[in-house]
């Protein structure tokens, strides 16, 4: 059997810029070989993990010399869990690299004419800036190179954090986080505590056994608390011991305003088709928006940067220049807060969301809100919004639209170019799609004013919010719709 040549180690090449997924990238001899964990400016010594025609990836080995541009990595968790990979790169370069991100998506996906895109809104907070973290449980505890090498031996493999990538029954245990406020880090750690106290069991991903499946912690600015665990309750005395479990975290916690468990029972995590149950107060918390409340449910789509959402969502509203004469299409509304945001400045808002139980906090939060010139439709998009019903409810004057990563189905770009608004304002997580979508709609619509927004510190994702205004003649002849 032929031997497989050993991959080369690339000595003293210097990391030149950042790239894609949260790597940074150095050219060796017209290859591009991309790095995790490095910035511009290091020289490093990288082993090749994989070698491709055009592009190598590797791995640091040895560094040289350290960029000006590198920031000490806070967590130490940094580089084995797969989150929050930019904490080595300062914020502000952070900020650079995404509002060139945004640049180099629109002009080279989306080929079409550009206004000079505004500078990105940075966070404010650049840690504990999350409202909702979620962990997995796992029989399987994922060991780090260093305790492999140490021969590092536990009384036992049981663990509570985050699932691994390549590994998906294996979670690395954690007992510091620092996305969200440190009540995140009490919580779960109590529960791990307790759990192996009292012989609770993890779940075995390849068994599909075991109690305790994953965990779902969300705060709000109004200080409510929400905690919501996944299990798989198999018999009696599971059953009590997860009651054990909740009226400890319950009296533990008295913080804890919505206290909720999912008996999941799929080989996956997701629970929109499963019923939650209420252990204790409500099933769900309320954030606040200037002078607006938004009930937010454990199955609700809720921005998960609070402060930046608001940031966001002035932005959307900025650019849809409403004075209270417009009728506006939400897409993809999840739980209204863009509607509600805006309704107050448009003659009606028709909001639309896959997700029914998002549809009914979104009719709840305008009732909350003494809002009555909104309406509320759940079902998938392409299905819904098409000629019809916009013979039946009305031409928009604008379309506000926020699809997920995805981006718009095709039906659904029709649709809206059948509608035919005067403005469009698209808000998006994933500026690759969203310049797809844009050419798309360039016939018909100019991009006047383009906005990135920082919604995730020390990670490559960026926001993006777009402004397209309605030609007065279309840039080629098409069919008319």
Request: negative net charge.
């Amino acid at each position: 059997m032929r031997k497989k040549k050993p991959l080369p180690l690339l000595e003293n090449i210097e990391i030149t810029a950042v790239a894609a997924e949260g790597k940074s990238i150095a050219r060796v001899d017209d290859k591009v070989v991309f790095v995790p964990y490095v910035v511009p400016g290091d020289i490093i010594d990288a082993q090749v993990k994989r070698k491709k025609h055009s592009y190598m990836e590797a791995v640091a080995v040895k560094f040289h010399k350290k960029s000006e541009l590198r920031a000490e990595p806070f967590c130490k968790y940094y580089g084995i869990c797969g989150g929050c990979k930019w904490q080595c790169l300062k914020y502000e370069e952070q900020l650079k690299a995404k509002q060139q991100q945004v640049v180099d998506h629109l002009t080279r996906i989306g080929k079409v004419e550009l206004p000079e895109i505004s500078p990105i809104i940075g966070s404010e907070k650049t840690r504990c800036y999350r409202n909702k973290l979620e962990f997995g449980f796992s029989n399987k505890r994922w060991l780090t190179e260093e305790e492999v090498a140490a021969n590092v031996v536990y009384d036992q493999m049981n663990a509570v954090g985050f699932h691994i990538n390549g590994a998906f029954d294996k979670i690395l245990d954690i007992d510091e986080c620092f996305l969200m406020d440190d009540i995140n880090n009490r919580i779960r750690n109590e529960i791990r505590d307790y759990a192996l106290a009292n012989g609770l069991s993890f779940y075995d991903f390849r068994q599909h056994q075991g109690l305790l499946r994953d965990m779902m912690i969300r705060t709000s600015n109004t200080t409510e608390l929400m905690l919501l665990l996944q299990v798989q309750i198999d018999s009696a005395e599971d059953k009590e011991l997860l009651l054990g479990l909740l009226t400890h975290i319950g009296e533990k916690f008295p913080e804890i305003t919505s206290l909720l468990y999912v008996d999941n029972h799929k080989f996956n995590d997701t629970f929109v088709d499963q019923e939650v149950v209420v252990f204790k107060g409500k099933d769900y918390i309320y954030e606040r928006m200037e002078d607006l409340k938004f009930k937010v449910g454990a199955k609700s789509f809720y921005q998960t940067n609070t402060e930046q959402a608001y940031n966001l969502y002035k932005v959307a509203r900025s650019f849809a220049e409403l004075t209270g004469n417009e009728l506006v299409y939400d897409l993809y509304t999840g739980t209204g807060t863009i509607a509600n945001f805006v309704a107050h400045q448009a003659r009606k808002v028709i909001g639309i969301e896959y997700v029914p139980e998002a549809i009914v906090d979104a009719k709840k939060n305008a009732e909350i809100n003494g809002l009555d010139n909104t309406l509320f439709f759940a079902g998938d998009m392409k299905d819904i919004l098409n000629k019809d019903f916009i013979n039946a409810y009305g031409r928009p004057d604008v379309i506000i639209t926020d699809p997920p990563r995805a981006g718009m189905h095709t039906d659904v770009i029709n649709t809206i170019l059948f509608a035919r608004p005067e403005r469009i304002v698209y808000v998006s997580c994933n500026p690759a799609t969203q310049a797809r979508d844009l050419q798309l709609l360039n016939d018909y619509y100019k991009v006047t004013a383009v906005q990135p927004v920082d919604m995730f510190p020390h990670t490559h994702h960026v926001e993006n919010v777009v402004k397209l205004e309605r030609r007065e003649t279309p840039l080629m002849k098409t069919e008319e719709s």
